[in-house]
């Protein structure tokens, strides 16, 4: 798909927050102290079905892999309050309180909060469509929408990759893609590079990623979270996806 195509279907699903598609949100749950582990959440209600949903992604920053994951699905039991049938937005999602107490004693454990968000070095929602879906520069130190002077470069590259067994539905979307995350520095040397040696478990049938935000914390343990789009129960999902590196300086 060419870019121009991407822009339309990332704005496509932007405006889908109540229609076929579901569309995630999604937030940063911080660093540990220390910074060897992030987090992130998101929460959607599943399209066709209605049901809730909600995950929290532990991860450990270093070596960019998932420690924990916590999801709650809702059950058609709870879709029904004395026998009327709910309906949630993502904004009063019931899962999320859920999720949230699971994963607390790990939260803790680990000392991750709000807290410890770093720098919000870049935030890009769907409804910024004039940003690049790939590309952004960025400095470690302060919020880089606006700043202009000696940057790190954030590009993404997606490549296609099928399953070695596709489901037959799967002809319906978009190719899978495998991920490939690099950040230069002012130089043009490489600081970090991240790539899918094969579709990852919980990504299988991502066909598109999009940089929405860039957290650093103590200036070199960074937080990616990516759009991602997925196959749907009546159209392409917009969920997300958290990388995580260091930059080496």
């Known amino acids: 798909m060419k870019p121009s195509g991407l822009n339309i279907l990332f704005l496509f699903l932007a405006a889908c927050t109540s229609g076929a598609a579901s569309l995630a949100s999604t937030e940063f749950l911080g660093f540990s102290i220390d910074g060897r582990y992030a987090a992130a959440a998101q929460y959607w209600i599943e ?20 420690i ?12 029904y309050e004395g026998g009327t049938e709910m309906c ?10 859920i999720v949230h107490s699971h994963a607390e004693y790990l939260l803790d454990s680990l000392d991750i909060s709000p807290e410890n968000e770093g720098v919000h070095c870049i935030c890009h929602p769907l409804t910024d469509t004039g940003a690049e879906l790939d590309r952004v520069q960025f ?14 470069t954030l590009s993404l590259q997606n490549h296609e990759k099928l399953p070695e067994s596709p489901p037959e539905w799967l002809s319906m979307f978009e ?12 130089n043009g040397d490489t600081v970090m ?3 899918d040696n094969s579709l990852q478990p919980g990504y299988m049938y991502v066909s598109n990623y999009r940089i929405r935000d860039v957290y650093v914390y103590d200036d070199s ?8 789009t997925e196959p749907g129960f009546e159209g392409p999902d917009g969920m997300f996806r958290m990388v995580t590196g260091v930059l080496s300086m």
């Open 47 to 66: 399209d066709g079905s209605g049901f809730p949903g909600a995950e929290i992604t532990v991860m450990s920053v270093a070596d960019n892999s998932i």
């Open 68 to 79: 924990r994951n916590f999801e709650v699905h809702w059950t058609e039991e709870l879709m």
């Open 88 to 97: 949630f937005e993502n904004s009063m999602n019931p899962a999320r309180e």
């Open 139 to 152: 400095v470690t130190w302060v919020g880089s929408l606006m700043y202009t002077g000696p940057e790190f």
């Open 175 to 186: 190719t899978p893609v495998l991920l490939e995350v690099l950040i230069t520095d002012a």
């Open 193 to 195: 590079h991240l790539r």
């Open 221 to 228: 343990l960074v937080s990616i979270i990516l759009n991602t």
